[in-house]
């Protein structure tokens, strides 16, 4: 069963009149069961995607759903 799905998910946060991106058109699904390590550097949006599965942040496009619901 899919427990996490990312569906060209994308985060732009804006700074005045500059859009930065945080998650540009992220895919990705994770099964129930499943290990998982998500690895970058600093600023590479790894907490960004994490408060996305947990529903802390909304998508600025893109959906992502948990078990299937939307988050």
């Not at 499943?34 to 802390?56: D, E, Q, R, W």
């Amino acid at each position: 069963m899919e427990l996490l799905k990312a569906s060209n998910l994308s985060k732009i946060y804006s700074k005045g009149e500059s859009a930065v991106y945080a998650l540009d058109d992220v895919t990705l699904s994770i099964e129930e069961g499943s290990f998982v390590a998500v690895l970058g550097s600093n600023g590479c949006g790894k907490s960004t995607l994490a408060k996305h599965f947990n529903a802390i942040l909304l998508p600025s496009g893109g959906t992502v759903s948990v078990y299937g619901l939307d988050t």
